[in-house]
């Protein structure tokens, strides 16, 4: 019996999400695109996947609503994309997964830091601001690298630019600093 | 290129939590312990899907520490698999995704209804309890068909026991009906 694509037989909610999420890297491509990336390139550098897989699983996001493919540049044209209203409501149990991450799957502590850009406090287990009693929206949320992160683990331009603090959905191509091509 | 199980080069909380419970399936096996599955027919049963997967994915979960292994009958010895600390913590993220997938990949509402046990009241987007103001662990959640539930789509004992309000985490065992062997 083959592993398909869905859960056919389970009637539950989780299971209609996960077949949105579920496959490989798809999360990991939402959690990209709420730290800014939106270039098909920009997440091939961070991801360091196969374009093949890439181009598959964003095809996904889109085709189940939860990305936005539109034109950046034009000739050649290049693509962009952005969460929609219900990929952006995939923050809350992305950021639930990376926190149980955090406290039971890591070591040396948080890797990144989320806190309320309006008043710099860190963000509680749910995501809400414990000092302003709101839940956060992710655009109101500020992330920088925490005391676990592994600074030296990946130098590619989009990983350093993700390590800069910034506003979650704020598009990281301006953190981006110019490629030096070696010159021979 | 393989697409293997870990996302080693990714230096990221979700990603480690990923490589616990991403895998296909892990993440039902685990909704089904909060819903109270604990034997290893009973997970078969509900989950309907090779032995062979649902043996590699409890023992990944064990290793992982999110399920306890103890034996429930001696001669035949029987196991039963209970969420630990850790595993009880994935009910943030665990709800948070079942409530998107409620909002944008399912139709005709809720399948499930998690309310606070002591209140009745339904839970809020995060888990909270918004008449109590607490967030609500998971033992205290009590679980019932909702409107979109399809109540005619299983009819396996499993499936009609996990029908019936009662807490999240209280064994299912007694909910179960005798199965009524045809004699022939």
Known sequence: MALGMDYAQQDCSLARALEVVGERW??????????????????????????????????????????????????????????????????????????WGERHASEGGARTVFSHATCGTRLDIVGSCPTCGVL???????????????????QDPVSRALGRPHRLLEPIEQLIEPTTEPVG
């Not at 961070?46 to 000739?75: C, F, M, W």
């Open 26 to 99: 798809s999360m990991l491509i939402v959690r990209d695109a709420f730290y800014g990336v939106r270039r098909f390139n920009d997440f091939l550098a961070h991801l360091n996947i196969p374009r093949a897989v890439l181009t598959g699983r964003l095809r996904s996001l889109v085709a189940a609503g939860v990305l936005d493919k539109e034109p950046y540049q034009q000739s050649p044209v290049r693509y962009g994309y952005n969460l929609t209203s219900a990929g952006r409501e995939l923050w809350l149990p992305i950021y639930a997964l990376a926190r």
């Open 136 to 154: 956060v929206a992710p655009q109101d949320v500020m992330m920088r690298p925490g005391p676990g992160a592994v600074s030296e683990m990946r």
